[in-house]
């Protein structure tokens, strides 16, 4: 189980206030000498010093309105060029928003529809205490006497409005401040109450009250540890158990951590916002527990703790109907895929290295057995983390080790993708062009027989076994323009491995020509094509396909042409494309869908996971996708594929072109056993923005798997023995010739 925290910085853009609650230390009245709001460069410094320890979020906290009281406030707020303190919170959060990568959180206090509407536009989310709906409070002698922002009926009017805007909000209340039980739970029923009509209310907080010095209430009593406890429980049951409560874990930390553990006991499932660069500056007397430390706690009560945004999960997964576009947008790339921050830089095409690689010694202790059963099982295994990820990673090891040894096996092929002219649209895709389309990446390109024909023999010279072939849906292109391509293949190099077009090509040259797609694929194999690849696939879900490739061929046919391709006797490799739009159960309902049909026909040779290159893809342009699969994702998409797929997938490939040689090396410790082909060319990850280059050479390729600890084999294209000279000619090949490409002009017959 999870337990989640920020971890952020804490900007307090002022500390004026026009309220005088009796327990604050956090409101000040004007200082002569002393600036009232922090500057525009001081808030950017605080930002982006949490930048470089990987904060997330930029909490501003700030008093209720001072210029409503303070002269000294609207004079100051008139020299910075601003009418209100809301005007000045939306301008810090917008340069914030251009100028870092944080996102910001406020609490400005009791605010008008009108300023939510603003901040809106420049806030993942928004936060006011409900504190308490206890009326009598705000008497003569009580705690909240004086302040005009704390009256519960205003404080409720802006959860309301939050509601009815549509805004992720964090409220809770405050403990020990002379309200009874009765008005806890009072609180708690109108919170859950405007939840249920609004669903907007993303966590509650349960804070206990902490008396300080130089305060009217300096002298009662800190609310007890056990209370707080019981309010936690309360809590809990009122809100139930989709709810994320948290309580601050500064307030109850001792050294030993124990009263936090008590925390989790009593029904938290989130810690806060954690700095590990700015203080609590409501709470300055109590600093935060080092984060290594809450993950102890956590650990000691089997919780893994994990960083997230200021928007939970379930508003991140819906982000473009919770925020503002220009929100949505930087919130989905910060995420992963269950919606937490991505809390490292790599992103699959990046020359980096991974930084969350961890390596794999250990005997797996709970995951030999996995339940690969449901969706929901295999699902659970996508959210592994910290030791839990160890455990699954060792067993898909283990398991690589009974089934096929330590021997990863690779194959020297050629790349030719004819032409990047498309007449799909497909939201991931940064090769693909229209017929007059320009790139920054290229223009738009068909290439002759006679050049696949050169490549052909250039690859045949060098040592190839395979080509592989494959491209857009050029408009002119028809069922024989692919008969053609074949025969210029065998024309060329007769003993070569025809390895060539997606499920969505075949459909399309069967239909131009007005036959069964069987009868199509019975002649490109008599034409010579020998296997296809698994292409195509992306997720196998239509929810998903409709966002990424909606006028693609649907999942039923990308399964009914392997099917087919597989009863002719033809073998094919499966894929999934993942990192995009889709979340892991989509991931899991891929796999079984893939285990099923190979089930039947036993037709795959491989599965390869292929993360989203995000870099030039439109729908990641468009602030619609994220950065690809994290580290984590990546490896793990691997270590539950070779679980998920044994025993009737054998082989799980890991693509050297979008992970390079660190990641390579990580999923050959977590389940894979293929390095898949040395390529000579790449051109549509490239396309996407990949930095690994476009071919591995066999000797590069074999240091590698060595380096890993492995034993390197070439293979053909079905995993059979290649013959000596075949070895020895990839081994000695000349440097490749340039390619050419002919003008768009060219008509395809």
């Known amino acids: 189980m999870l337990i989640s925290y920020s971890r952020k910085v804490f900007i307090p853009l002022t500390k004026l206030c026009r309220d005088v609650c009796s327990y604050c230390t956090f ?7 002393k600036r009232a709001y922090l500057t525009a460069d001081e808030v950017l410094a605080i930002a982006k010093a949490g930048e ?3 904060c997330t979020e930029a909490l501003f906290t700030l008093g209720d309105k001072p210029e409503l009281r303070y002269k000294a406030a609207r004079e100051e707020l008139a020299a910075l060029g601003y009418a209100t303190t809301i005007d000045y919170l939306h301008a810090m959060c917008a340069r914030m928003l251009k100028e870092t990568s944080l996102l910001p959180h406020v609490n400005p206090g009791v605010m008008t529809r009108e300023e939510m509407v603003k901040l809106r536009e420049v806030s993942a989310s928004m936060g006011l205490m409900l504190e308490s709906t206890a009326e009598r ?3 003569k002698g009580g705690p909240h006497f004086g302040s005009p922002d704390k009256h519960p009926a205003a404080r409720l009017e802006v959860l309301r409005l939050a509601g009815e805007l549509q805004i992720p909000f ?31 209310i993303q966590e509650v907080i349960i804070q206990n009250f902490r008396a300080k010095p130089d305060t009217r209430m300096a002298h009662v009593p800190h609310a007890e540890h056990e209370d707080l406890l019981w309010t936690i429980r309360t809590a809990r049951g009122i809100l139930g158990a989709d709810m994320n409560i948290q309580a601050p874990p500064n307030l109850s930390f001792d050294n030993a951590g124990a009263h936090c553990g008590d925390l989790i006991d009593a029904g938290i499932n989130d810690w806060g916002g954690v700095s590990p660069v700015t203080a609590d500056h409501v709470n300055p007397e109590a600093p935060w527990p080092a984060i290594e430390k809450l993950r102890e706690i956590s650990a000691s009560r089997g919780r893994v703790l994990v960083a997230r945004l200021p928007s939970y999960p379930a508003y991140v997964h819906d982000a473009f109907h919770w925020h503002a576009k220009d929100i949505a947008t930087p919130v989905i790339r910060a995420s ?19 930084t969350a690689i961890r390596a794999v010694e250990k005997k797996s202790t709970k995951t030999n057995a996995c339940d690969i059963s449901t969706e929901r099982a295999i699902t659970r295994l996508f959210a592994a983390r910290d030791g839990e990820f160890d455990d699954i990673c060792a067993a898909a090891n283990e398991l690589r080790a009974a089934t096929v040894g330590d021997t990863v096996r690779y194959v020297v092929n050629r790349n030719i993708n004819y032409t990047n002219i498309c007449s799909f649209r497909c939201t991931f895709c940064a090769f693909s062009k229209g017929t007059h389309s320009k790139s920054l990446r290229g223009e738009p390109y068909d290439i002759s027989l006679e050049e696949i ?3 052909v023999s250039e690859a045949w010279a060098r040592g190839a076994t395979e080509v592989c072939m494959q491209g857009g849906i050029h408009p002119s292109y028809t069922g024989n323009t692919y008969l053609n391509i074949v025969r210029a293949v065998k024309r060329a190099a007769p003993d070569i491995h025809v390895h060539a077009f997606t499920p969505l090509e075949v459909m399309h040259g069967a239909r131009t020509l007005g036959m069964p797609v069987r009868d199509f694929l019975a002649r490109l194999i008599d034409a010579g094509l020998n296997s296809l690849p698994g292409t195509a696939a992306e997720i196998l879900d239509d929810d998903v396909r409709q966002v990424i490739c909606p006028d693609k061929v649907n999942t039923q046919e990308w399964l009914d042409v392997m099917r087919t391709a597989h009863g002719l006797g033809l073998r094919s490799t499966a894929t999934i494309m993942f990192g995009h739009v889709e979340q892991p159960l989509y ?14 026909t ?14 030039g893809a439109p729908v990641y342009q468009r602030g619609q996708a994220r950065k690809g699969p994290t580290s984590r994702e990546a490896i793990l998409m691997h270590a539950v594929a070779r679980l998920v797929l044994h025993p009737v997938i054998q082989n799980v490939q890991v693509s050297w072109v979008k992970l390079g040689e660190a990641g390579v090396t990580a999923c050959l410790n977590a389940g894979a056993n293929d390095v898949g082909g040395t390529l000579m060319n790449e051109s549509i990850s490239r396309a996407a923005g990949t930095q690994h280059g476009q071919e591995m050479e066999p000797a590069r390729m074999q240091a590698m798997i060595r380096a890993a600890g492995r034993v390197p084999q070439q293979r053909n294209t079905v995993y059979g023995a290649v013959s000596e000279e075949r070895m020895r000619t990839a081994e000695q090949a000349a440097p490749l010739l340039a390619t050419s490409t002919t003008p768009i002009q060219k008509v395809a017959a």
């Open 27 to 33: 409101a000040q009245a004007p200082q002569p000498g």
């Open 52 to 54: 470089t320890t990987g």
């Open 137 to 139: 409070l705000c008497a």
């Open 170 to 200: 964090t409220t809770g209340i405050l403990i020990g401040i002379g309200e009874t039980r009765e008005e806890r739970v009072e609180a708690l029923n109108a919170i859950r109450d405007l939840h249920a009509r609004f669903g907007h």
């Open 336 to 354: 992963d895929s269950e919606g937490f921050a991505r809390m490292d830089a790599w992103s699959p095409g990046l020359a980096m290295p991974m």
């Open 453 to 455: 024909e050169r490549r």
């Open 587 to 600: 991931w899991a309902r891929h796999l079984l869908r893939i285990r099923t049909l190979q089930e039947e």
């Open 602 to 615: 036993g037709g795959f040779t491989e599965f390869i996971p292929l993360p989203f290159v995000h870099m």
